[in-house]
């Protein structure tokens, strides 16, 4: 596709189901970014991968949170027993990998944890 | 620990004026500082720099950086209500390949 796409736009869970996210980047781009935004705040990493493997996973909160890329393109970040402080917009975004940091980003999938 | 910090958290001005924005930053090993505009929720890419005292420039947008003092401007002329978004600061860390971001400058332009 032409730019970064995340789905579901909006999610409304309640405490302690399950919940996945799904980013789908920029063809080619081998290098793909979970990040977590709370509101007034800047993006908080969470994950980095380059193709398939989790490369970098020191932002992910806690072993409730798992991301996967199985196939170096889509990727699915899932979070289990959600809480009320998960209630955040996840963004995700993509590079070339070229390692100059331009990053593409995705409009958000928007979680409320009711 | 990583630290990016922007300033003002807020600003709000009117239509043509200019603007400055702050960003200051200590981390491990620096490789980048990028500038980001989010209006809604996709933050959407404005400037890279990575050397100390070049201006960067698109149109009424400058920014540059001072890697001696650890921090960034960027300037916007002869604002536009367009302007009014928030204005993120980040860093890439050299091997890392991760950015780390500021809170973000929360810019409101009006008319």
């Known amino acids: 596709g032409a730019g970064v796409s995340q789905t579901p736009s909006n999610k409304v869970t309640e405490k302690g189901k399950y919940v996945e996210l799904r980013c789908d980047p920029i063809?080619?781009?081998?290098?793909l970014y979970w990040y977590r935004q709370s509101l007034g705040q800047g993006p908080e990493f969470l994950i980095y991968f380059q193709g398939t493997g989790a490369a970098d996973d020191s932002g992910l909160p806690n072993d409730r949170f798992f991301a996967v890329r199985p196939e170096g393109s889509v990727s699915t970040l899932k979070i289990q027993r959600t809480e009320r402080g998960d209630s955040a917009v996840y963004l995700c975004?993509?590079?070339?990998?070229?390692?100059?940091?331009?990053?593409?980003f995705g409009e958000g999938s928007r979680l409320t944890v009711l | 620990e990583d630290k990016v910090v922007q300033s003002p958290l807020s600003l709000v001005v009117h239509e043509g004026d200019t603007v400055t924005l702050n960003c200051s930053y200590e981390?491990?090993?620096?490789?980048?500082l990028l500038w980001y505009k989010q209006e809604k929720k996709a933050p959407t890419f404005l400037f890279m720099l990575t050397s100390s005292g070049i201006e960067k420039k698109s149109g009424r947008l400058s920014s540059i950086l001072d890697k001696k003092e650890l921090f960034s401007i960027l300037n916007i002329t002869a604002t536009q209500t367009g302007d009014s978004a928030i204005y993120l600061c980040?860093?890439?860390?050299?091997?890392?390949?991760?950015?780390?971001f500021g809170q973000g400058t929360r810019l409101t332009i009006n008319p």
């Open positions: 981390v491990t090993n620096f490789r980048s």
């Open positions: 063809s080619g781009h081998t290098a």
């Open positions: 975004a993509s590079s070339s990998g070229t390692g100059h940091g331009e990053l593409f």
């Open positions: 980040a860093v890439l860390i050299q091997g890392a390949q991760k950015l780390v």
